[in-house]
């Protein structure tokens, strides 16, 4: 049996729509906390084993065909547009320390994001050195924090 080795990046990726619902949504295990602001918490609280952390955002928060769920309230569209830049310029001033961004347009560029990301990985990557976290120690360390209150 080969031992899985864990990729040192975990990704979050959330569209504009999606990010927008996420941040009004409350958290249900973390009140007071919205469900967006949940998950930042456990990314970074509870994946210490991965150094890289990204948040991609995909999709344009200024197109209100992002939004077009809302497109009878002008003002509810202007207000969810109003927290997803918030959002993205907190996550890009470091207010989520050691998460890091990077915004696509659309689903196409967020593939072509991850598959540069892997070529660059497999380009790097050193079958002498391969990487130390296995998936077993991952899932069982991430099982414990979550765990944790």
Same mark, same amino acid.
């Given at each position: 049996m080969i031992d899985e080795r864990v990729f040192d990046m975990i990704v979050e990726r959330k569209n504009v729509t999606d990010l927008s619902n996420c941040l009004i949504v409350p958290s249900k295990k973390y009140k007071p906390l919205s469900f967006f602001e949940a998950q930042m918490y456990k990314l970074q609280q509870h994946c210490g084993l991965i150094s890289n952390k990204l948040f991609l955002l995909e999709g344009d928060e200024d197109c209100p065909v992002q939004f077009n769920h809302h497109e009878g309230n002008p003002a509810q569209l202007q207000l969810m547009r109003k927290r997803v830049k918030t959002l993205r310029m907190q996550i890009e001033q470091g207010e989520y320390r050691g998460v890091d961004i990077t915004c696509t347009r659309?689903?196409?560029d967020t593939?072509?994001?991850l598959i540069d990301q892997m070529e660059n990985f497999q380009r790097n990557f050193d $079958?002498?050195? $391969?990487p130390i976290l296995t998936m077993k120690r991952f899932k069982s360390t991430i099982d414990k924090h979550m765990k944790a209150p």
């Amino acid at each position: 049996m080969i031992d899985e080795r864990v990729f040192d990046m975990i990704v979050e990726r959330k569209n504009v729509t999606d990010l927008s619902n996420c941040l009004i949504v409350p958290s249900k295990k973390y009140k007071p906390l919205s469900f967006f602001e949940a998950q930042m918490y456990k990314l970074q609280q509870h994946c210490g084993l991965i150094s890289n952390k990204l948040f991609l955002l995909e999709g344009d928060e200024d197109c209100p065909v992002q939004f077009n769920h809302h497109e009878g309230n002008p003002a509810q569209l202007q207000l969810m547009r109003k927290r997803v830049k918030t959002l993205r310029m907190q996550i890009e001033q470091g207010e989520y320390r050691g998460v890091d961004i990077t915004c696509t347009r659309n689903k196409d560029d967020t593939v072509q994001f991850l598959i540069d990301q892997m070529e660059n990985f497999q380009r790097n990557f050193d $079958p002498a050195e $391969p990487p130390i976290l296995t998936m077993k120690r991952f899932k069982s360390t991430i099982d414990k924090h979550m765990k944790a209150p």
